[in-house]
């Protein structure tokens, strides 16, 4: 038996929150429950709650995000929460980063099966890829590091005026007062926990979201971004 035997009824409210990329939605499903398990990008424990806990969970993201704008999902794993995103947001331009190269095959490989054509794969690291890639209106993130760390991370790639959503368990408004004071020296200008998904997932999905100024990532960052912009423009050059 394989382990994609093991996913569970797609959940009426699939068809609603993915429209035309349904039957895209149930593919990536099954490239989890069965790809996904076998190299070891999620545990097998998760394929019975696939739908729930994670791309429904993910998808309902889409609510907060601004249309027509770029987004970078840090860590993106296994392409939670960037591929719902996608398939239920194609005005998005979405970068999928994530370091490790048996993560990023996988991810590449989605993206073609599924014709994800604003979606674009890049493997590295947050801190190395900053001012390599352009900065993007959105970041977002889930289970990858406690909020003060994965802000220091996030908010350097965002574009002045940005902000940072991070998809967050019952720990959010605990992780949120803990990451004020980092927060505040990445730049960080308002912060706000919401809930998405009413009527879709159950409990709601909770969002931290952290609004940056004119200096993401602070003056520290902003140095380290402007000398990465001219190692950049001198690498054109030659």
Not at 158 to 172: F, I
Not at 185 to 202: R, W
Request: hydrophobic share 45%; aromatic share 4%.
């Amino acid at each position: 038996m394989t382990e994609a035997a093991e996913l569970p009824p797609v959940p009426e409210q699939a068809r609603e929150v993915f429209g035309d990329r349904y039957a895209d939605a149930v593919r990536y499903a099954e490239l989890l429950a069965e790809a996904g398990v076998q190299r070891g990008l999620i545990g097998p424990r998760e394929v019975p709650r696939l739908w729930e806990r994670h791309l429904l969970n993910c998808a309902v993201l889409s609510e907060v995000v601004p249309e027509g704008v770029t987004v970078c999902d840090v860590g993106s794993g296994a392409g939670l929460p960037g591929i719902p995103l996608a398939l239920v947001r194609e005005d998005l331009k979405i970068t999928l980063l994530e370091p490790l190269l048996r993560r990023t095959n996988f991810l590449t490989e989605v993206v073609e099966l599924l014709g994800l054509d604003h979606v674009t794969v890049v493997r590295g690291r947050a801190e190395e890829v900053m001012g390599k890639l352009p900065p993007v209106h959105v970041v977002t993130a889930r289970a990858v590091a406690p909020l003060d760390r994965l802000a220091t991370w996030g908010i350097p790639l965002l574009r002045p005026y940005g902000e940072m959503l991070a998809l967050k368990g019952d720990t959010a408004e605990e992780e949120l007062k803990s990451a004020a004071t980092a927060l505040s020296k990445l730049g960080a200008v308002e912060t706000s926990i919401l809930h998405v998904g009413e009527g879709v997932v159950d409990p709601m999905s909770t969002v931290v979201r952290v609004e940056v100024g004119e200096s993401p990532g602070g003056v520290r960052f902003a140095a380290k971004r402007a000398k990465a912009a001219r190692t950049g423009r001198a690498r054109r050059r030659r």
